[in-house]
């Protein structure tokens, strides 16, 4: 699925004869809030719209096209008559919750890691594996169930080396990323903010959300480290392309570290392919490829930065060159970087919820 044309996700919500009621789960956070610039901007068919978060939030105004909401208190109460949720409250809330929503009617696509790796959930990133929501038998309407958002940087990561898989058959990934603030949500890029103010200004760093100063530094996801000496986020993509893909034979090895840039990841990309691959072949093959942007200048040395991907749909591609490591012309390296709250999140989800429709 592209991520541009709205007459496209207007036809593709002909089928339907009434616009489904949605609730957002978390409408918030950082997520929940560009969940709604992403129905508003891609033109999402909503019938009735319930905005949900916790009681502390419960009773504020939210407004979305043109019109305003109160923010209901989240309960297992709260899905009565709805269609589709769309979930992005930390899997602690999408476990208690997400299974209320299925048992009152609804789909929910679940942006936290409560579900990617369960059996019988369908993982999903629309350019990538939109046929596993139909294998899952889900639909809006007519069987309710859990769809599965994947993390941000396997979403990153596989929207520009899925068809490079499929040209050449990856075999095994390296990968190392630069993941941003947004990552960790609305008040880590608030602390971010506020760190690098202090720090200029020659004042201790306030430390509330990493254990680390954040502010012109760097330093290893702070998801939990693994009894093998990889961190969780690290382990989330192996995991994950495994499932995706439908083929845990691929290697995959992520290093994957923190980084004070506000909003958008990157990724040091390197790929072993069983065929041959050549540059022109795999510039040719992304220029091709929904969700993607090539931006691979390298007379004028300019590639991708998070700034490009920032509130930007596609995921940008460049430093596109042979692997010397790697004999037969096997092996590629890229750089690309993805707006992780967008595709990394809430898009993604929003393009999930259309192939439903």
């Known amino acids: 699925m592209t991520s541009a044309p709205h007459a496209a996700d207007q036809s593709r919500s002909a089928g339907r004869t009434s616009a489904p009621n949605v609730a957002i789960v978390g409408v918030t956070g950082a997520v929940g809030q560009e969940f709604l610039r992403v129905l508003e901007q891609r033109n999402f068919p909503i019938g009735e719209l319930k905005m949900l978060a916790s009681a502390r939030s419960a009773g504020k105004s939210v407004a979305f096209r043109d019109k305003t909401y109160t ?4 309960t297992e109460k709260s899905f009565k008559g709805v269609d589709l949720a769309l979930f992005s409250a930390g899997g602690s809330i999408s476990k208690k919750y997400a299974d209320a929503a299925v048992a009152a009617g609804a789909v929910v696509v679940d942006n936290s890691s409560a579900f990617r790796m369960t059996e019988g959930v369908p993982l999903v990133v629309p350019e990538v594996n939109p046929e596993a929501i139909e294998q899952a038998g889900i639909k809006l309407g007519e069987k309710p169930g859990i769809i599965a958002n994947p993390n941000c940087s396997t979403i990153i990561m596989l929207v520009p080396v899925t068809p490079l898989h499929k040209a050449a058959k990856a075999k095994r990934i390296i990968v190392s990323t630069y993941q941003a603030a947004s990552g960790a949500g609305a008040a880590a890029m608030a602390e971010l903010e506020q760190q690098s103010r202090e720090v200029l200004e020659g004042k201790p760093p306030t430390m509330e959300i990493f254990p680390f100063q954040y502010a012109f530094n760097l330093f290893s996801h702070n998801s939990d480290m693994q009894p093998n000496g990889y961190n969780q986020e690290e382990m989330k993509m192996v995991h994950e392309t495994h499932k995706i893909w439908n083929d845990a034979k691929v290697g995959v090895n992520a290093t994957c570290i923190r980084v004070p840039v506000m909003r958008a990841h990157a990724e040091s990309i390197t790929i072993e392919f069983e065929n041959p691959i050549d540059e022109a072949t795999a510039r040719e093959v992304l220029r091709q490829s929904p969700g993607v942007s090539l931006m691979d200048d ?16 596609n995921v940008y591609v460049g430093r596109i060159r042979t692997d010397l490591s790697v004999t037969d012309g096997r092996g590629l390296s890229l750089f690309v970087c993805g707006d992780q709250i967008r595709k990394g999140a809430a898009l ?7 192939l439903l429709l």
Do not use: H, K, M
């Open 71 to 74: 923010i209901e208190e989240l």
């Open 298 to 313: 390298r007379e004028s040395n300019r590639f991708p930065t998070p700034l490009d991907a920032s509130d930007r749909d």
């Open 348 to 354: 993604n989800a929003v393009q999930i919820a259309e």
